[in-house]
T-cell receptor, first 115, second 116 residues
Framework: AQSVAQPEDQVNVAEGNPLTVKCTYS??????LFWYVQYPNRGLQFLLK??????LVKGSYGFEAEFNKSQTSFHLKKPSALVSDSALYFC?????????????FGKGTTLSVSS | ETGVTQSPTHLIKTRGQQVTLRCSSQ?????VSWYQQALGQGPQFIFQ???????GRGNFPPRFSGLQFPNYSSELNVNALELDDSALYLC???????????????FGPGTRLTVL
């Protein structure tokens, strides 16, 4: 069965420091991986996705993510955090061998950036 | 380009009632998916519609049903509401053929349903 794990409920980082939000996945086929961000009382905003090719994916608002097949991970990163990056971040996966196009989400990680 | 919109924003119902939530997909998108996000959890897939037909369903009972219209807008209907149905209901639209695993889903702001 497909699954996503976000091992940290909360990540705290000071403004200007690099940030990492961790994600690991489990699928039977090829993984298709996504990151979304959710601000309070809002829907999910798409940040980036990995389909195939380069393991380093660049996305919106300066975020990037690194796909690591051997570690089954897809960590979200940003070189310099902003206070406005504080939000709830979700990693999601689709299994290339499963029918349907449902996204399977992790439980989310709250990112808190302090000034 | 118009994004995904949902109505209403908030809704309060009592146990046993029925509710209809509405979603307008992003311009040009022909696929709509619905998710339930309980408090403190990630979204869970309810079902997906492609060109007016259901083409995928998650682990939700039959009292959760839906429709997609010719303009690709969609409704989520929930009958016999239970307290555990209280959640944020998210609609997402995407462009692509049925079963396209690489498509990005774009989400609306959600409808907050409270069941008393």
């Amino acid at each position: 069965a497909q699954s996503v794990a976000q091992p940290e409920d909360q990540v705290n980082v000071a403004e200007g420091n690099p940030l990492t939000v961790k994600c690991t996945y489990s699928v039977s086929g090829n993984p298709y991986l996504f990151w979304y961000v959710q601000y309070p009382n809002r829907g999910l905003q798409f940040l980036l996705k990995y389909i195939t090719g380069d393991n380093l994916v660049k996305g919106s608002y300066g975020f990037e993510a690194e796909f690591n097949k051997s570690q089954t991970s897809f960590h979200l990163k940003k070189p310099s955090a902003l206070v406005s990056d504080s939000a709830l971040y979700f990693c999601a996966v689709r299994d290339g061998q499963q029918a349907g196009t449902a996204l399977i989400f992790g439980k989310g990680t709250t990112l808190s950036v302090s000034s | 380009e118009t994004g995904v919109t949902q109505s209403p924003t908030h809704l309060i119902k009592t146990r046993g009632q029925q509710v209809t939530l509405r979603c307008s997909s992003q311009s040009g998108h022909n696929t709509v998916s619905w998710y339930q996000q309980a408090l403190g959890q990630g979204p869970q897939f309810i079902f997906q519609y492609y060109r007016e037909e259901e083409n995928g369903r998650g682990n939700f009972p039959p009292r959760f049903s839906g429709l997609q219209f010719p303009n690709y807008s969609s409704e989520l209907n929930v009958n016999a509401l239970e307290l555990d149905d209280s959640a944020l209901y998210l609609c997402a639209s995407s462009l692509g053929a049925s079963g396209s695993v690489t498509d990005t889903q774009y989400f609306g702001p959600g409808t907050r349903l409270t069941v008393l």
